[in-house]
């Protein structure tokens, strides 16, 4: 027979809400001292399990792992297109602070810090209005000074690349035309 009046499972469940807020300190703490009490069991228990459902616990946690692993996937593209200032500012502080990076000795190993912080970049992206760049790319002023607020800027990639080498002049020339030009469509 049953301790609750037979209405409903709904009753039930509610029933089980209303008396675990009532009493979950108690249970919380009856938990840990039964575990401490019965470590023993209850990992040779959970042993028993994991050895009898082996497969279904192995396909359970792949088929879980690949979902989690493509949202979290699409969850990161969605948030680097919301925010894209952040690629740069992630890429660039690997640069200077990651020694694993294979750009490090460039950039970090010759001493160069990283400065900047996410609000910063931010105020950079739109002073710079990278957003109307094809592939915006950070770059520093001077070459041999830190990434920090007044030494960075956003050009385009292409430009960031060829700095140092004779096409330089070239294409600032012809990226500064395509400025001008987007400029002017986007006040008509």
Not at 31 to 55: A, G, M, P, T, W
Not at 73 to 101: G, H, Q, V
């Amino acid at each position: 027979m049953s301790v609750f009046p037979s209405k409903t499972k709904d009753y039930e469940k509610k029933y089980y809400q209303e008396y675990y807020l009532e009493n979950g300190d108690y249970l919380k703490k009856y938990q840990q001292e039964y575990y401490l009490k019965n470590k023993d069991k209850v990992s040779e228990r959970n042993r028993i399990y994991r050895e009898k459902n082996r497969e279904q616990i192995r396909e359970y946690s792949r088929e879980n792992y690949s979902k989690n692993k493509q949202a979290k996937r699409d969850e990161m593209k969605e948030y680097f297109l919301k925010n894209p200032w952040l690629i740069a500012l992630y890429s660039a502080k690997a640069r200077c602070t990651n020694p694993n990076n294979a750009k490090y000795p460039r950039y970090g190993g010759r001493g160069i810090k990283f400065l900047l912080t996410k609000e910063e970049i931010k105020i950079i992206w739109f002073r710079d209005k990278a957003y109307n760049l094809s592939t915006a790319s950070i770059d520093r002023k001077n070459n041999d000074g830190n990434y920090e607020y007044s030494n960075c800027r956003f050009i385009e990639h292409s430009l960031n690349s060829a700095k140092g080498k004779k096409l330089y002049k070239k294409l600032s020339e012809y990226n500064r035309m395509k400025l001008r030009e987007a400029n002017c469509k986007r006040r008509d």
